[in-house]
């Protein structure tokens, strides 16, 4: 795998405000990265800089393995802000506007439209769009070139959960084509669903980073409870995908087959006339300390 993105050191002050404080990182081609940090922890302010977009105070950051930035910007296809799409002019207009910014011929425009779900709607006119929609086609904008990375902030912000399942699937496919994906958010269930790797930032700085399945997927520990807790320990462990049963002082911790979900457990209970009064994943304790992280630094900056 060779590298795509490597930062070493990055700071960006603003006065005595540290945004980006002694950032180091590596993206390997191929990845899709998540930067992981509440509001205000630098992530904007760090895409802005490995953009060229934001001027650094210090440090290194190097696309490609090469220091000549106006050949490697070409590679990238970013969104850090909504692009001023002419709101009177249908969605295929709009893209052959930028394919000519970019000097690039219009054939790519069409299976631009078809990736991001807008072909139906390509005559339609911008302005009409729900804002998911808009957001895809951004999206398509910035694929337009046929870019080998993408870099994403915030894609799913102020959308609905249809609006956010749709931006999610779509990551996936472009990553399934092999392209590399930087992408900033402050939801931590973003990054589980569709980061291959991932750091958290705090106050601008990278304070733990890893791969997703490792660290943050890796809890399959259910707790259960009924009034019960004895018959319900005798059910469970006649149930054939149990694993592992621990019995703790209110609820039993259980531990099911990886193919195996909470719904067959709770059919297969219900059907032994037993009634849940409690049943919940349990998160891993490096998860309940981004969570507390991410939490305690939110309160600082409300
Ligand atoms: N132009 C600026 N002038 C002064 N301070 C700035 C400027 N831009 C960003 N900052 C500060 O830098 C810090 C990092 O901001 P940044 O926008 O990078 O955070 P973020 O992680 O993207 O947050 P969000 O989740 O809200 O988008 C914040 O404290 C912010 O107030
Ligand atoms: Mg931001």
Redesign the pocket.
Known sequence: MSEILSIENLVKD??K?K??NKLSMEVEEGSVYGLL??????????LGIILDVIKKTSGKYNWFGSTSSSESRKKIGAILEVPAFYPHLSARRNLRIITKIKGKGADSIDEVLKLVNLHDRKDDPFRTFSLGMKQRLAIGAALISNPPVLIL??PTNGLDPQGIAEIRKLILQVAGQGKTILL?S?LLDEVQKVCTHFIV?NK?RGIYSGLVDEVLNTSNTIEIASKDLQKLSKAVKEFSHLNSLEEEKDLLAIQLNNSVDTHALNTFLIEKGIVLTHLAIRKSSLEQKFLKILEESDDQTV
Do not use: M, R
């Open positions: 603003y006065g405000i945004a980006v940090g509440p509001n205000g922890s630098g992530k904007t302010t760090t902030d915030e900033a402050h930032l601008g």
